[in-house]
Structure formats: structure tokens, C-alpha cells
């Protein structure tokens, strides 16, 4: 579980002057730690982006898949076989689930739920910049704030206040208090 991780996409449509724009959000997570990322936000990705892409994961210093040694991936078209291969020869070599399967990818499909019903249901956003915003606040409510019950109610990135018992009790609210943590402030 330590050299594995799932990449996939999900789409958000967001309201603009000019009309609704689907993104696309390409994520990556780690499945042993969930620790997530999002890789990119795109309104049509094309075949050269998804090269950047690959790049960019695999980076040597910074790359979400630089000690990976296997990638998930379903068979969507994006994942062009120009993009499977860059992977590979940098060391993550992709795994293709099969077709129809649905409940192979159960991991990185939590997520994108998580994430939609925790946040992107319960908002309109209204440009790109907006819906960047809002996917920065989760994500960093998903790793130093939030339960994961896969890791046994375990916090991915606790901060020092986790697990007091004494002191008063806080909240932080993010994105109008849509996100909410309550903890306990050292007394």
C-alpha cells in the first residue's frame, strides 16, 4: 500500500456571465495515508495538457507520484496512452481497471463524495477563481481537520491541538461555516 495511488477525474459546472463551464479536476490520492491532492483544474483538457500533467506528478522533487510505484486509472480517453507511458518510464507504472467495474476504485470515489456532498453541492460557484478558493479550504479541512474512517477516525495531518482534554472549546469555520472543526484551545 505504501507505492500505491489512484488518480481520476470529476467534473464541477460552474456559473459564469457567459454561461455554465464544466471543469474538470484531476486528483491524485495516496490509498495507504488518503492524503489527496488535486492535481489541476481544466475546462477542456486536451492531449498536451494531460502530457504537462504527467510531467508535473512525476516531478522528481515536488511530483504527488514520485515514490509511487503503481497509479490507478479507469480508461477514460484523457488517459491517452502518450500519458500511461510517461508515467511508466518515470516509475509509476498506471493500472488500468476493467471495464464496467465500478466498485474497484471505492477509495478515490469517497473522496470525490466527500468532497461534493461536504462542499461543491452545497455552493454555487460563480467563476473559476471562486471554485479554486473553495477546493483549497476543503482540502485543507480534509487533511488537518476532518475524520477519516478508513484510518480508524484518525486525522491525516493533526495540529498540536488534537486530542486535549482541558481548555476551552474553539471552532474554526471555513467557507461561511459550511466547514466547521471544534477543538480545544491549550489551557
Request: proline share 4%; net charge positive; glycine share 4%.
Amino acid at each position: 500500500m505504501d507505492v500505491l495511488a489512484a488518480m481520476d477525474f470529476f467534473n464541477v459546472e460552474v456559473l459564469t456571465f457567459t454561461g455554465i463551464v464544466r471543469y474538470h479536476l484531476l486528483f491524485a490520492i495516496h490509498l495507504k495515508t488518503r492524503e489527496a491532492q488535486i492535481v489541476a483544474i481544466k475546462a477542456n483538457p486536451s492531449k498536451e495538457w494531460m502530457k504537462q500533467m504527467a510531467r508535473n506528478l512525476t516531478d522528481c522533487y515536488d511530483g504527488f507520484l514520485k515514490d509511487m510505484r503503481y497509479v490507478i486509472i479507469d480508461r477514460d480517453p484523457l488517459y491517452t496512452s502518450c500519458f500511461r507511458r510517461m508515467l511508466k518510464d518515470r516509475g509509476a507504472n498506471p493500472l488500468r481497471l476493467p471495464r464496467r467495474s465500478p466498485n474497484l476504485n471505492s477509495v478515490y470515489e469517497r473522496f470525490v463524495l466527500s468532497m461534493k456532498s461536504e462542499c461543491l453541492d452545497k455552493i454555487i460557484p460563480l467563476s473559476e477563481r471562486y471554485l479554486r478558493k473553495a477546493i483549497k479550504k476543503f482540502m485543507a479541512h480534509y487533511h488537518a481537520e476532518r475524520n477519516h474512517q478508513g484510518l480508524d477516525s484518525v486525522i491525516i495531518q493533526p495540529d498540536e491541538h488534537v486530542g486535549l482534554a482541558h481548555g476551552p472549546i474553539k471552532t474554526r469555520s471555513r467557507l461561511g461555516g459550511l466547514l466547521n472543526y471544534y477543538y480545544r484551545e491549550a489551557a
